[in-house]
């Protein structure tokens, strides 16, 4: 378990980094950046930051069955927390879709309304890639170990005295979902009331 | 393994946490629809820093963990706030010296040749 949470710290310096560009181009750009909040879409973005709530319950559940033991619950949760998991993806996908289809990823023709932000706000959204890709990339790769766990609860291998990997994986997807917590303000609501 | 003597939380604990982190999203996206100057991101980042919090303590369980397991949590936050604070002060005050002086116009004083 410790491993697991030393691993997390070397994610959160991971993610850090990219904090701390977002910070420091938000200090240099300030209205460039609010600017952009108009192309975020705060309604599939909040949806998005539920979904990924519902998910960690539906974790915490999982962990919880494989404390008591049942199996069956145990598998249901894991389940719908891959359900959840996918959901976020679909509404990421629809969003970058849209991203490309109004010319606002960077390098591939982008094309801002307000041409005096042309550079600055495409930093924002270059950020906005990362961020949200490497967080997409985290939750492809938890998709997998929930698979991974999903096949050995149902080869029964998980019971109350074993089930260290139910626990490391949902502290895992705990920390995606935290990053997202931050990612969500940062990126959509920085400056829509403008 | 340490996870064997660890209770196992409540149902009613965790959807009580579940439902306060659903509120407190509606909650972060309404204020932001106010104009409140500096204080938007002040206030959109504690919440997002409670949200974090309650996700640490109860569903990743750090309120039962041993302290070993609390101070790497408090080790990552310091090196995170190592990392954010520095590179920001720095970037945030390069332009704090706003007028250059340089040396050689000290040639009025007759200190320099």
């Known amino acids: 378990m410790l491993g697991m949470w030393t691993f997390l710290i070397t994610e959160v310096l991971f993610f850090g980094g990219m904090f701390a560009a977002y910070a420091v181009y938000r200090n240099m750009y300030p209205d460039a950046f609010a600017s952009t909040s108009k192309f975020m879409d705060v309604v599939l973005g909040g949806t998005n930051t539920a979904v990924l709530i519902c998910s960690s319950l ?12 049942k199996r069956a619950h145990l598998i249901l949760f894991l389940i719908l927390t891959m359900i959840f998991g996918t959901i976020f993806l679909v509404i990421k ?89 931050f990612l969500f303000p940062l990126l959509y609501l920085i400056g829509h009331r403008r | 393994m340490s996870a064997f003597h660890v209770p196992i939380p409540k149902v009613g604990t965790l959807v009580a946490v579940w439902a306060t982190l659903i509120v407190l ?62 590179t920001y002060s720095d970037y945030s005050t390069r332009n704090w010296t706003y007028q250059a002086q340089p040396w050689s116009t000290n040639k009025a004083a007759g200190t320099s040749r």
């Open chain 1, 58 to 69: 539906t974790m915490v559940l999982a962990v919880r069955a494989a404390q008591l033991s």
């Open chain 1, 93 to 181: 996908g629809f969003e970058y879709h849209s991203k490309w289809v109004e010319h606002l990823v960077p390098g591939f023709d982008f094309q801002y309304d307000e041409p005096r932000y042309q550079h600055n706000a495409q930093i924002l959204f270059f950020l906005y890639f990362a961020m949200t890709g490497m967080h997409a990339l985290h939750m492809v790769i938890g998709l997998g170990l929930l698979t991974f766990l999903l096949v050995q609860a149902k080869r029964r291998i998980f019971n109350e005295n074993y089930f260290a990997p139910v626990e490391m994986i949902g502290l895992y997807w705990h920390f995606v979902d935290i990053v997202w917590i």
């Open chain 2, 25 to 86: 999203t509606g909650l972060t996206s309404y204020v932001s629809y106010f104009e409140l100057g500096e204080w938007n991101i002040v206030v959109a980042l504690l919440i997002a820093v409670t949200k974090a919090s309650l996700v640490a303590w109860v569903f990743m369980g750090v309120r039962h963990s041993t302290t070993l397991t609390r101070l790497f949590c408090v080790a990552g936050l310091a090196w995170l706030m190592i990392l954010i604070l520095l």
